[in-house]
């Protein structure tokens, strides 16, 4: 074999300068969605630290890595950056950053594969999974499990304040003092902290220690502490209020969930120090030798399939790129004026007003309309509708923002004057002291649903095959004030429904 030359070297750096830039170019739009999401999610703020920490267990691994030859394997490197590929067109085409945060780590995946082979990526396996951690993809799975967390930290809470004497009644989340009656809110399940502390915990196990015994014990005391410190805050926010604190987070809310969960983290840290102390702390055995890439270099046919894996990483990259441009989506405009053809005034109905002040639908349409309508029994009912001319990431027809919405929605069947059924979602929404009683579905160019995930799905096959990407909501809302029956409210509103579909239809037809 002959030795690496200077002007190789020159080559595979400026190679790799190009995948680097290629790579961050696509993927810079997930990069400022994640920083969005640590900026701003206080159970995501360790995701800062996440990509140093993966650097940090890689230089562990530098030993393992100086064993491994390289290999680029150009198959199954393909297909991985080819599956990361189509992750992000979807992503994009949906409108859903997740997908484009997990198409980023694949893509990382498939480039470690691609280029130095299947050795490589199997001692990278524990840095690169621990990059997931950065994502936020358990929002869905914290939401599922918060209402037991809740019922959980609440009884523990309770439980632990009899011990001390403390009056104290459970009536499901909530903890009734003798001057104060205590709700474990969603925030307060500790579930959210949970990652964090995993986060932590990982690099806790690579810097202090080295059997696999003692990690799995510290594995178990950092889920153990996640659970049980959020019970120490809220029995700590109970006495405070109980001996006549004021404020209830203590004085500078100093018993905040996030300041709670530093106390967390410092006893984590002492576990681990201590179970160092006991286990002994000895290296793991690693035969000390250079691979050929330091002895000598790359035979002449490994080095052919390494440049050719260059050349399809930056390649398959550069596609997705190209297909996931907004740009080549162009926006469909109505073809009526805004929404000239829905009457302020059809049958025993007159819209009184434009725009409701109402916010149930918080959402950034390139169009909109508001209005409120009165019958002659002075019965109003709130109309909405938001046309998105192009859906694109933060400004979509299916939106976090109504997630609440979304929650309490049915799927419900709705037959018209001229004996036509549509399908739509009915809602009773409580926002701002108030409840409403809700009706609405989506138009996605010309195709009614009521479904949430049938909306993305059209949305994506509009976006792929047709490159366009517009919907409409369509919502009807009826304050349920004092005296105001749900029953009547629901029939006043399919009234003015019948009354307004065919219009509203035609507005969005073709």
Same mark, same amino acid.
């Given at each position: 074999m002959e030795r690496n030359n200077p002007h190789r070297t020159i080559f595979i750096a400026l190679a790799g300068c190009c995948l680097c830039a290629v790579f961050i170019?696509?993927?810079?739009?997930?990069?400022?969605?994640?920083i969005n999401a640590w900026l701003n999610v206080p159970a995501y703020?360790?995701?800062f630290l996440v990509p140093i920490v993966s650097l940090y267990i890689i230089w562990v691994y530098r030993n393992r890595l100086s064993l491994s030859d390289i290999k680029p394997n150009l198959f199954i490197g393909t297909a991985v950056l080819l599956v990361s590929g189509s992750l992000l067109v979807l992503g994009e085409a949906s409108m859903i950053n997740v997908v484009q945060q997990v198409s980023m780590l694949v893509a990382i995946c498939g480039i470690v594969i691609l280029l130095l082979g299947s050795r490589f990526m199997r001692v990278w396996a524990v840095p690169l999974l621990y990059l997931v951690l950065m994502l936020p993809v358990l929002d869905g799975l914290f939401r599922k499990v918060q209402l037991p967390f809740q019922l959980l930290s609440a009884k523990m809470a309770v439980a632990i304040l009899q011990v001390f004497d403390i009056p104290v009644l459970l009536s499901g989340k909530y903890i009734e003092l003798p001057t104060l009656t205590l709700e474990v809110a969603r925030a307060c399940s500790g579930i959210q902290y949970m990652v964090s502390i995993v986060a932590l915990v990982i690099p806790l196990m690579f810097i202090f220690l080295?059997?696999?015994?003692?990690? $799995?014990l510290l594995m178990f005391f950092a889920f153990l502490i996640?659970?049980?410190v959020n019970w120490l805050r809220i029995v700590l926010i109970a006495l405070w209020v109980y001996n006549g604190g004021e404020g209830l987070h203590g004085p500078g809310h100093i018993l905040q969930g996030l300041f709670v969960s530093v106390f967390g983290f410092f006893t984590l840290f002492m576990i681990a120090w201590i179970i160092a102390k006991i286990s002994g702390n000895q290296q793991d055995s690693i035969e000390e030798k250079r691979s050929k890439i330091i002895q000598g270099?790359?035979?002449?046919?490994?080095?052919?399939r390494m440049w050719l894996a260059w050349g399809m990483a930056i390649s398959i990259l550069v596609g997705a790129s190209q297909i996931v441009n907004p740009s080549s989506i162009a926006p469909v405009k109505l073809k009526q004026e805004e929404y000239s053809l829905i009457p302020e005034k059809i049958g025993t109905w007159q819209s009184i007003r434009e725009g409701t002040g109402e916010t149930i639908f918080n959402l950034d349409p390139d169009l909109y309309l508001e209005r409120t309508y009165l019958n002659r029994d002075n019965e109003n009912v709130n109309v909405y509708i938001g046309y998105f001319e192009r859906q694109e990431q933060g400004r979509e027809v299916v939106h976090s923002n109504l997630q609440s919405l979304y929650d309490n929605s049915?799927?419900?069947? $709705?037959?018209?004057d001229s004996k036509q059924s549509i399908d739509v979602n009915k809602a009773i929404l409580k926002k701002e002291n108030k409840r409403y009683l809700v009706i609405y579905w989506y138009n996605i160019n010309g195709r009614l649903t009521e479904s949430n995930?049938?909306?993305? $799905?059209?949305?994506?096959?509009?976006s792929l095959v047709f490159r366009r990407a517009n919907a409409a909501l369509i919502g009807f809302s009826v304050p349920l004030e004092s005296g105001v029956d749900e029953n009547?409210?629901?029939?006043?509103?399919?009234?003015?429904?019948?009354?307004l579909f065919p219009f509203i239809e035609s507005t969005f037809s073709s």
């Open positions: 170019f696509v993927y810079w739009n997930v990069f400022l969605s994640l703020s360790h995701g080295k059997g696999s015994g003692s990690r $799995i996640g659970v049980s270099g790359l035979d002449k046919k490994v080095e052919k049915q799927k419900i069947r $709705i037959t018209l995930v049938a909306a993305k $799905i059209i949305s994506v096959i509009d009547k409210a629901y029939v006043i509103m399919v009234d003015l429904i019948e009354s």
